[in-house]
C-alpha cells in the first residue's frame, strides 16, 4: 500500500510558476513509475507527465511541454511538478499517481494509487 500526499498548490497570476510536491510513504517508493493527472472544472481528468522509476525516462502532455517539468528524489520518497509560464487554462485539481512497475504510461486507469489532489488556480 503507497499512500501519496500532493502539496504546493496556490493561486498564482500568469506567467508565475509553482512547485508541487507528492511525498508518499513506505518503502518501496523507487518501484513506481510516478505520474501527475489534472482536472478542470467539468472536464475530464487529463494526464500532465510521467516519470519512470530511476528517472531516466518522462514523457509530457503537449499542453505543458517545455513548462513543466517533472522530477523525483526517490531517497525522499517524493515526485515533483515544477510548472512555469502558468496560464488560466492550467487551472485544475493536480494529482499524483503512482503505478507498479518499471512501464510508465499516460492512461489513468493504470495507476495503482492516487493522491487527494491538489488546487492549482492561474489568474489572468
Known amino acids: 500500500q503507497v499512500h501519496l500526499v500532493e502539496s504546493g498548490g496556490g493561486l498564482v497570476q500568469a506567467g508565475g510558476s509553482l512547485r508541487l510536491s507528492c511525498a508518499a510513504s513506505g518503502r518501496t517508493f523507487s518501484s513506481y513509475a510516478m505520474g501527475w493527472f489534472r482536472q478542470a472544472p467539468g472536464k475530464e481528468r487529463e494526464f500532465v507527465a510521467v516519470i519512470s522509476r530511476s528517472a531516466g525516462s518522462t514523457q509530457y502532455a503537449d499542453s505543458v511541454k517545455g513548462r513543466f517539468t517533472i522530477s523525483r528524489d526517490n531517497a525522499k520518497n517524493t515526485v515533483y511538478l515544477q510548472m512555469n509560464s502558468l496560464k488560466p487554462e492550467d487551472t485544475a485539481v493536480y494529482y499524483c499517481?503512482?503505478?507498479?512497475?518499471?512501464?510508465?504510461?499516460?492512461?489513468?486507469?493504470?495507476?495503482?494509487?492516487w493522491g487527494q489532489g491538489t488546487q492549482v488556480t492561474v489568474s489572468s
Open positions: 499517481a503512482g503505478r507498479q512497475g518499471m512501464i510508465i504510461t499516460r492512461r489513468s486507469y493504470e495507476y495503482d494509487y
